[in-house]
């Protein structure tokens, strides 16, 4: 629901070029009372905000259901918010307030007083043997890793240890849904969605008692 | 579009309540619009309708005067021409305000502001043609040039 700014048409510019884009004050105002119109009317199909974290900022989006998304800065946040309007649903707005537990609960978390996420979360980007992986994951304990090939078993496919990395790969929820803990058999870190880089500082956060 | 109902409405309170209802409107529609729709001219054709709405009340509040009140602005600093403009805007008859925001600030061509007001687009075209000339004479006035 965003609209580009129109092109000058035949001339208005040396009357309306003078107006400045409307003030940031006025825009977030606004958008903050459509926001929580939309919310009430039961309109909102996806609420998304922002959160500066020690792994970069997180895009956190959430249905009605429960969260839906989390996706680190490398994954570019407006290219998965346009995924989620594609996807999901075009009834897409910023509107912190449906997040509040998300986010609170993940500043808990990366100041070490949480172990664990309670939210509800809604898996609907994650279909077939990825949601079964997804669902393993969140067995993994925190402060504990688990090799892909563990988790492969754990799944009831031993042998698609490829395919869960890719469900990890390929997680809607970073962090919350924990593929940080999913580590190579011998000891490597192994890829990260949100890169190696990310992956070890998580590992290290939950090691440090 | 926020200054398309500005436009129409005046740097007002009605004009962001006008917005609002335009968005939610079209948030409530949305699941309905046909892929193929053009966006920009059914969002102009919510917000004309919002925009009327709030016309409309207006009017029923008004109480006749001989002493306009002072238009209210919200944005902008006295004095910035910002102000000045919205005010000769918003001076103009109704029907000129629209063709000039759907035209000129939304950006929709006059066949689209004419399906949008009712009437043929070479009467869209002169009511925008009219009212800029006006806006030319009480707000460009006195400007170098």
Redesign the interface.
């Known amino acids: 629901?965003t609209?580009t700014p129109?092109?000058p048409?035949d001339?208005?510019d040396?009357?309306?070029g003078?107006?400045?884009q409307?003030?940031q004050a006025?825009?977030d105002r606004?958008h903050a009372?459509?926001a929580a119109?939309?919310q009430q009317?039961g309109?909102?199909d996806v609420a998304y905000r922002t959160l500066d974290t020690p792994v970069g900022p997180l895009l956190l989006a959430a249905t009605e259901h429960g969260l839906v998304r989390v996706a680190y800065a490398s994954e570019d946040h407006d290219k998965v918010l346009d995924r989620l309007a594609e996807t999901v649903s075009?009834?897409l707005l910023r509107a912190p307030a449906r997040l509040d537990a998300a986010a609170r609960q993940l500043e808990e978390y990366f100041t070490g007083r949480r172990s664990l996420f309670d939210l509800p979360l809604d898996l609907r980007l994650a279909r077939g043997f990825r949601r079964e992986v997804l669902s393993h994951l969140r067995d993994i304990t925190y402060g504990t890793t688990a090799s892909y090939a563990a988790v492969a078993t754990a799944a009831g496919s031993p042998r698609a240890v490829r395919a869960v990395g890719t469900a990890c790969a390929t997680n809607p929820l970073p962090v919350i849904v924990p593929c940080h803990r999913v580590i190579r058999s011998d000891g490597a870190i192994g890829h990260y969605v949100g890169g190696a880089e990310a992956k070890k500082t998580l590992l290290t956060l939950e090691a440090t008692p | 579009m926020l200054r398309v109902c500005r436009a129409v409405l005046g740097p007002t309170a009605a004009a962001e309540d006008a917005w609002s209802e335009t968005f939610l409107s079209a948030m409530q529609a949305y699941p309905a619009l046909r892929a193929d729709s053009n966006v920009e001219a059914w969002l102009v054709t919510i917000a004309h309708r919002k925009a009327l709405d709030q016309l409309r009340a207006e009017a029923r509040r008004a109480i006749p005067t001989d002493n306009l009140p002072e238009q209210p602005t919200t944005d902008g600093l006295p004095g910035d021409g910002q102000s000045q403009l919205w005010n000769a805007l918003h001076a103009l008859p109704v029907k000129q305000r629209q063709t000039i925001a759907y035209h000129y600030l939304a950006g929709l061509p006059y066949t689209e502001v004419a399906q949008v007001l009712g009437g043929s687009p070479q009467a869209a075209r002169r009511a925008a043609a009219d009212g800029i000339a006006t806006l030319r004479k009480t707000y460009l006035k006195g400007e170098d040039r």
């Open positions: 629901m609209t129109p092109k048409v001339g208005g040396e009357l309306f003078r107006l400045p409307t003030d006025t825009q606004l009372r459509l119109a939309a009317a309109i909102l075009s009834r």
